[in-house]
């Protein structure tokens, strides 16, 4: 049980000093996050636009 997780922080403490170029833009990913809450936003403001308030 000990040597599994002593391997575990080895491979994650190689993966965190590996500096290369990310597989995926970060820009990419805001701006397909920021896409979904703006859809989601207008829905809300659609959705509850025409109601009477009680």
Do not use: C, D, K
């Not at 080895?10 to 920021?34: F, K």
């Not at 859809?39 to 109601?51: D, E, H, N, P, T």
């Amino acid at each position: 049980m000990l040597s599994q997780i002593s391997t575990l922080a080895l491979v994650v403490a190689s993966a965190a000093e590996e500096h290369g170029e990310p597989a995926v833009n970060p820009w990419l990913i805001g701006g397909g996050v920021l896409a979904l809450l703006l859809l989601l936003l207008i829905g809300l403001v659609a959705f509850g636009g025409g109601r009477e308030h009680s």
